[in-house]
């Protein structure tokens, strides 16, 4: 996501700081910002859009100070514009700080600052965390660190540095990743070994809950508390190619791997427990004029096409609207039928797709309310539609999205609690979806330990020409969305449809060369579909399963199974897609296929 790097030391910072935001650009960000400790004053440079504008903003015979953070920004809270960049300050400038992560408690300190006098010029939650540490300071920046992410909830990588102490450097960590690299007379921070590795190879892998202190020459880590804390220097010894992908072959991969906090980071601050409910502030709308909906449209293309028919399903079974999921290239021309009590939700990754954004328009045109779901803060999408939620799935760089369906569908789920609640969905039925969106990230993470089992797979159905997916009820969108994986990055033809309309054509297709994987948790329709699997076994196909664990029917009748956890069925999709997104990158891999980048797609799609 987002990027630091700090530096403290002998040589002139700025340009550090520069060469390793530059290795960082991969992470995806949208603005990007520098403070340099220089004469007893911070000098401050931000700018909206890539590093190049940056630089053009700095002075031609450059920042001369030694001490200085940098951040590329990969927008959350507000804009990605000038403001809103990275570094903030305090009211008087005496402190910057650099942040990753999200402030959950911004909203209550903000008040509490105001009243204080503190002076905002930022929508971020960033800023609060400037402010407060000023206000605590003394006459030491680690212990008015220490004590304002005392009062903090929320989760941070986090770099400070002051005009009061113009050597030192600090930095902490909670939930978001950050090192120490450790070099001679100087010393740097970093989101990512990536920015530094060209210095030193010399690192210290800061934990959750710890802060460190850093001058040109020492450094020593504490805890909230203020208690040392001895660690490990390790040395980095992969290239820096490698490093950029988080040691993972392909971005892909570590796409896949990143699932469990990303959907952590959809359902941040959004779920209510007791209320059984889900908050969603960016949709902008009141109960009254929620409940004036009558009929809901979901419109996407490719994968977030996918995730918009699962909201389809939930937002029918669970809030009782009706719904409907149109391809956003066909709804733009053919004269739909929606008016002010329509909600036009559009669904997409990049929030720049050309025919959604479209489809978003016309239904405008026609007086319909539009709603985005979007992972890219500040796209043209988020920008157009009358409110809407982010998913902040964080960047997604692989072509073929996973992380970002997965999350698309839990903000589907959100959105439905939301509906579902102010109509037929009762406190006891929104607590229990509550408690299950809750135990998902865990639940993924246990479907990602079966990696292994899936690639070694993966060696057989690599030869396949062709495969079919089959699924119904809500895991009927799930097999479509397997089939686009495996066709997309490993090129091999492959159809997803549901179950039982297999019957209809493509049961002709079967025999012993065609391996057909059933996406078959144990959900309401799991009857149903066991007797579509002894049809597909009947004529001898190679079948592989992804069912609920303990499950034996299936498991009897597949050749290979992968198991997930017990869910709500609405929720089974997060989980049953995994297996199906390892497989179809594990098959890619084994085919030699340029998994990242397949031939003849384009990852943001803004032509017609
Ligand atoms: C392209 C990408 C797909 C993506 C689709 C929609 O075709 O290759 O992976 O699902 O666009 O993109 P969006 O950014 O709108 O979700």
Not at 2 to 31: F, N, Q, W
Not at 69 to 92: F, S
Not at 426 to 437: E, I, N, P, Y
Not at 504 to 517: N, R, S, T, Y
């Amino acid at each position: 996501m987002c990027g630091i790097v700090g530096y403290t030391g002998h040589r002139a910072a700025a340009p550090l700081i520069m060469d390793g935001l530059k290795r960082l650009e991969y992470r995806g960000y949208d603005s990007a910002g520098l403070a340099v400790v220089l004469d007893g004053r911070l000098e401050i440079d931000k700018a909206a859009g890539k590093l190049a504008v940056l630089a053009s903003r700095l002075p031609t015979d450059g920042h001369t100070g030694t001490l200085a953070l940098g951040h590329t920004r990969w927008a959350t809270h507000g804009a990605p514009n000038d403001v809103n960049a990275h570094p903030h300050t305090d009211t008087d400038g005496t402190i910057a700080v650099v942040h990753n992560g999200i402030i959950e408690n911004a909203a209550a300190l903000r008040a509490w600052l105001s009243e204080r006098g503190c002076r905002f010029r930022s929508e971020t939650d960033t800023e609060v965390l400037a402010h407060l540490i000023s206000e605590l300071y003394t006459d030491s920046l680690e212990a008015a660190v220490a004590e304002a992410l005392r009062r903090v909830e929320g989760t941070y990588g986090l770099g400070v540095i002051s005009t009061h102490e113009p050597n030192t450097l600090v930095a902490a960590r909670l939930g978001s990743p950050l090192l120490l690299a450790l070099g001679d007379g100087e010393n740097f921070i970093a989101s990512d070994a990536a920015a530094v590795v060209e210095h030193t190879r010399s690192v210290v892998y800061l934990d959750d809950g710890e802060v460190a202190v850093l001058t040109p020459d020492n450094y020593h880590i504490v805890d909230l508390d203020k208690t040392r804390v001895e660690k490990t220097v390790s040395v980095v010894d992969w290239d820096l190619e490698t490093i950029e992908r988080g040691g993972h072959a392909h971005f892909m991969i570590k796409e896949i791997l990143e699932q469990p906090e990303a959907i952590t980071n959809t359902m941040r601050g959004r779920l209510l427990e007791e209320e059984g409910t889900a908050r969603l502030g960016g949709i902008d709308m009141t109960d009254e004029q929620l409940l004036e909906i009558d009929r809901v449209v979901l419109t996407a293309c490719g994968t977030s096409w996918h995730a918009a028919l699962i909201g389809e399903y939930m937002l029918e079974e669970l809030a009782r609207i009706p719904a409907e999921v149109e391809y956003a290239s066909e709804f733009r021309y053919r004269e739909p039928l929606v008016d002010s009590r329509t909600l036009v939700i559009g669904l997409s990754q990049s929030g720049e797709t050309a025919d959604t954004l479209a489809a978003l328009r016309e239904a405008k045109k026609r007086g319909a309310r539009t709603l985005g779901i979007v992972n890219s803060v500040g796209s043209t999408i988020a920008r157009e539609v009358d409110g809407g939620t982010y998913i902040h799935a964080g960047p997604e760089i692989g072509v073929a999205s996973t992380k970002a369906f997965t999350c698309q569908v839990v903000a589907l789920a959100l959105l439905t609690l939301r509906l579902g609640r102010l109509r037929t969905m009762s406190l006891l039925q929104g607590r229990k979806m509550v408690k299950a969106l809750r135990r998902l990230p865990q639940q993924v993470r246990q479907v990602l330990g079966h990696s292994k089992e899936i690639e070694k797979l993966a060696d057989t159905y690599a030869l396949a020409q062709n495969a079919l997916f089959l699924g119904r009820g809500y895991n009927f969108p799930v097999a479509l969305e397997g089939a686009l994986k495996l066709k997309e990055i490993s090129y091999i033809h492959a159809e997803g449809y549901p179950a039982a309309e297999m019957k209809h054509g493509p049961i002709a297709l079967i025999d012993e060369m065609m391996p057909v994987i059933c996406v078959a948790p144990s959900d309401a329709v799991y009857q149903k579909i066991v007797s579509n699997v002894q049809e597909v076994k009947a004529r001898r196909a190679r079948i592989f399963a992804v069912v609920t664990e303990g499950e034996e029917e299936i498991t009897s009748l597949a050749d290979q199974t992968v198991t997930i956890p017990k869910t709500i069925d609405c929720l089974t999709p997060v989980l049953s897609v995994i297996p199906l997104q390892l497989l179809a990158y594990h098959v890619a891999v084994r085919r030699g296929c340029d998994v990242d980048q397949p031939r003849n797609l384009a990852k943001s799609v803004t032509v017609e």
